[in-house]
C-alpha cells in the first residue's frame, strides 16, 4: 500500500484559504480511493472528502460541500485538498490515508490504511 506524506497545514485567519497536499512514496495511487479526514483535539477522527482515483469521483462532508476541493495531479501523484473559507471549527490536524472499500465505506476511518503523519490546521477567530 502507499505511504502517505500530508503538508500544507499552517495558521490562517477566518475566511482565508490553504492548500493541503497528499504525496505517495513507493507506489502509485491507482486502484485506490484517497481520503482526508481530521481530528480535532478531543474528538475523534472525521471524514472530510474522498477521491476514488480512477475515474475522480468525489464526496464531502456536509461541513465542508462548497468551501472544500479534492483534487488530483497523476503526474505527481498527489492528492489535494483546496480549503476556502476556513473557519475556526476546522482548526484539526489533517490526515490521508487509501482505501479500496465501496463508496458506501468511504466515510469510515477504520476501512482506510497507510495513514500519513497528519499537518496541523489552525483557524484563528
Known amino acids: 500500500q502507499a505511504q502517505l506524506v500530508e503538508s500544507g497545514g499552517g495558521l490562517v485567519q477566518a475566511g482565508g484559504s490553504l492548500r493541503l497536499s497528499c504525496a505517495a512514496s513507493g507506489r502509485t495511487f491507482s486502484d485506490y480511493t484517497i481520503g482526508w479526514f481530521r481530528q480535532a483535539p478531543g474528538k475523534e477522527r472525521e471524514f472530510v472528502a474522498a477521491?476514488?482515483?480512477?475515474?475522480?469521483?468525489?464526496a464531502y462532508a456536509d461541513s465542508v460541500k462548497g468551501r472544500f476541493t479534492i483534487s488530483r495531479d497523476s503526474a505527481k501523484n498527489t492528492v489535494f485538498l483546496q480549503m476556502n473559507s476556513l473557519k475556526p471549527e476546522d482548526t484539526a490536524v489533517y490526515y490521508c490515508a487509501t482505501t479500496k472499500v465501496v463508496r458506501s465505506s468511504w466515510y469510515t476511518p477504520s476501512f482506510y490504511n497507510g495513514w500519513g503523519q497528519g499537518t496541523q490546521v489552525t483557524v484563528s477567530s
Open positions: 477521491l476514488r482515483w480512477s475515474g475522480g469521483s468525489t
